[in-house]
């Protein structure tokens, strides 16, 4: 079992920056790979990074490639999304998600086994 909270959400400007913070808690937090998806209304929720679990891959929806940075601190069980040169687009309630079978590569919202509650991030034009 792994219980993940997201931090870190807000309201900023278009150009702006923000990081977020996903907690968690439980055993064997370095056995997952973790990923940030979000939703915004009336959409389907979206991939937006992943990391392995030991931290030494990364993989980006390609909405978000070149912009934001998923990083992990196994030693304090916390996961991050750097989000840099933030557009009105990228407005939508942000999730933190651990995968129990870290040896894929998966995009899918379905293959993340726990999620945290969300943290809304709004990004004004």
């Known amino acids: 079992q792994v219980q993940l909270v997201e931090s870190g959400g807000g309201l900023v400007q278009a150009g702006g920056s923000l990081r977020l913070s996903c907690a968690a808690s439980g055993r064997n937090f370095g056995n997952y790979a973790m990923g940030w998806f979000r939703q915004a209304p009336g959409k389907d929720r979206e991939f937006v990074a992943r990391?392995?679990?030991?931290?030494?891959?990364?993989y980006y929806g390609g909405s978000v490639k070149g912009r934001f940075t998923i990083s992990r601190d196994n030693a304090q069980s916390m996961v991050y999304l750097q989000m840099n040169s933030l557009k009105p687009e990228d407005t939508a309630v942000y999730y933190c998600a651990a995968d129990s079978s870290p040896w894929r590569t998966t995009t899918r919202p379905s293959d993340y086994t726990y999620w945290g509650q969300g943290t809304q991030v709004t990004v004004s034009s």
């Open positions: 990391i392995s679990s030991s931290g030494s891959s990364t």
